[in-house]
């Protein structure tokens, strides 16, 4: 498994596949948890103008985004107890965090919702260009830490991408038993029907998530 972002950078996939890995977490999550605050992962289709992000929250002040955009995709992780954290150096980010990042994801960067007291929150970093043949990071000089950028933790059940580490998650987080099978279909993007919905959540059926499929863009047709 990953132990910094340059483990990252070497485990993730295309930007077109990341994308539809994270639609289906989203849409996952959608059906495990109803009320949107409770949620860990998350797609916004429409979240700005020729942009689309994903993103994770733990509840305890760890995040991720992705943001997909005509450039490419960029990606920020904050792991707040790890010691590359802005908290524990001064309110500075951690030397080289984000000085390799192209020009094209300088609003990312900057970008307000990803800030605090305007510094962007982070202890990991990386992107990939459309051009591009592999995502990238900065040149970092890691802490002695278990896991010094918080990547292993942020980014585990994203890189391992394999419905079995969704299903894993989901039963400790949501503390219930989840169907196997009926997540792999999530991963596959098979569209929803009530009964593989109920599979999830017995309480739901398709109509319940007409919001949250218009945001995720989860495809209502065969891809």
């Not at 010691?83 to 609003?107: H, I, K």
């Not at 962007?120 to 900065?138: E, F, M, P």
């Not at 991963?187 to 398709?206: E, G, S, Y």
Request: aromatic letters at 12%; charged letters at 25%; one cysteine or more.
């Amino acid at each position: 498994m990953p132990v910094t972002v340059h483990d990252v950078v070497r485990a993730l996939p295309d930007i077109a596949v990341l994308r539809e890995r994270c639609r289906a977490l989203a849409m996952l999550d959608a059906v495990m948890s109803p009320e949107w605050e409770y949620r860990y992962y998350s797609f916004d289709s429409r979240w700005a103008p020729g942009e689309q992000m994903a993103s994770m929250r733990n509840g305890s002040g760890d995040t991720w985004s992705i943001v997909f955009s005509s450039a490419g995709a960029f990606i920020r992780g904050f792991d707040h107890e790890s010691p590359m954290s802005p908290a524990n150096n001064n309110g500075e980010l951690w030397p080289g965090l984000v000085d390799r990042t192209p020009d094209v994801f300088s609003g990312c960067v900057a970008e307000p919702a990803f800030s605090f007291n305007g510094r962007l929150q982070a202890t990991v970093c990386l992107w990939r260009q459309r051009s591009d043949d592999r995502w990238h990071a900065g040149d970092l000089a890691f802490p002695v830490d278990e896991d010094p950028d918080g990547a292993t933790r942020l980014f585990q059940v994203l890189v391992e991408g394999i419905p079995v580490a969704y299903q894993r998650f989901a039963e400790d987080y949501y503390e219930t038993a989840v169907d196997l099978d009926a997540v792999s279909r999530f991963f596959a993007l098979h569209p929803l029907t009530d009964d593989l919905v109920r599979r999830l959540n017995p309480d739901l059926v398709v109509a319940d998530l007409a919001e949250d499929l218009a945001e995720i863009g989860y495809p209502s047709r065969p891809v």
